[in-house]
């Protein structure tokens, strides 16, 4: 008998389950994984929304969301991955230097746009440009694409001038160049994890999924995707 499982994702891990739902089908043969992947807070409002779904992965702090207005099982959560935040310009830019908290402080003052999502990055760099004391400087010149349009699109258009998004979203874009990430001091690190959602009626299979998902075996496909075992 073969099932067929249902998973909605943000944007940020869709090219990494690709490969870890390709790995899974081919050990459980029986088992079809359907990968869907949006912008993160329109996927958290569907499942909220009671759309029916078996998996759901997510940035964590949206998992524990979802967990606490019982719309996924909690204690079937798994942290994934870490993924840190990187920085863009276009390909034919020059590229200012963001070795240090100052230098990336002085890249985002001088550039004429700048670009982040929607999801929990871009949230921690508005708290870092309040921190900074410049949010309402520069305020003005952010470019916020619609959610599940990548920022590296944007900056490849050239209607970013200087983009900042999970390492995985920007790594592969053509048109861009990835300066690297963002220095250590301020760096943003975001947990993405998975877990049952409430509505699922295939709780074995979500479990092996699950399992899957955390495996030792699948840290190399991870790291490939920009991203560390969390």
Same mark, same amino acid.
Request: hydrophobic residues 50%; without cysteine; proline residues 6%.
């Given at each position: ?25 081919? @050990? ?12 993160? $807070? !329109? ?11 078996? $998996? ?10 979802? @967990? ?6 909690? !204690? ?9 935040? =990187? ?20 890249? $985002?003052?001088? =550039? ?6 929607? %999801?929990?990055?871009?949230? *921690?760099? =508005? ?5 900074? %004391? ?21 900056? *490849? ?19 861009? *160049? ?26 074995? *299979?979500? !479990? ?23």
């Amino acid at each position: 008998m073969s099932i067929t499982l249902t998973l909605i994702s943000s944007m940020a891990t869709k090219a990494l389950l690709a490969d870890l739902v390709a790995g899974f089908q081919h @050990a459980h043969p029986g088992i079809t994984v359907q990968v869907e992947s949006v912008g993160g $807070v !329109d996927a958290a409002k569907r499942v909220q929304a009671g759309e029916a779904f078996d $998996v759901v992965a997510l940035a964590a702090d949206a998992i524990e969301r979802l @967990a606490a207005g019982g719309h996924v099982v909690a !204690d079937t959560r798994v942290d994934m991955v870490r993924s840190e935040v =990187a920085v863009a310009v276009p390909a034919d830019a020059d590229r200012p230097d963001i070795s240090t908290e100052e230098a990336l402080k002085a890249a $985002v003052l001088a =550039a004429p746009t700048l670009g982040y999502s929607t %999801g929990p990055s871009g949230v *921690a760099l =508005a708290q870092l440009f309040e921190r900074w %004391g410049i949010a309402g400087q520069v305020g003005p010149r952010i470019v916020t694409p619609p959610p599940g349009v990548p920022v590296g699109s944007l900056v *490849a258009k050239g209607e970013v001038a200087l983009g900042f998004q999970q390492r995985s979203e920007l790594m592969n874009v053509p048109g861009i *160049a990835l300066l690297g990430g963002m220095p250590e001091a301020v760096q943003i690190v975001t947990t993405f994890s998975a877990a049952r959602a409430t509505l699922s009626t295939q709780a074995e *299979a979500v !479990d092996a999924f699950l399992r899957h998902l955390v495996s030792p075996a699948t840290a190399a496909i991870k790291q490939r995707h920009g991203m560390t075992p969390a």
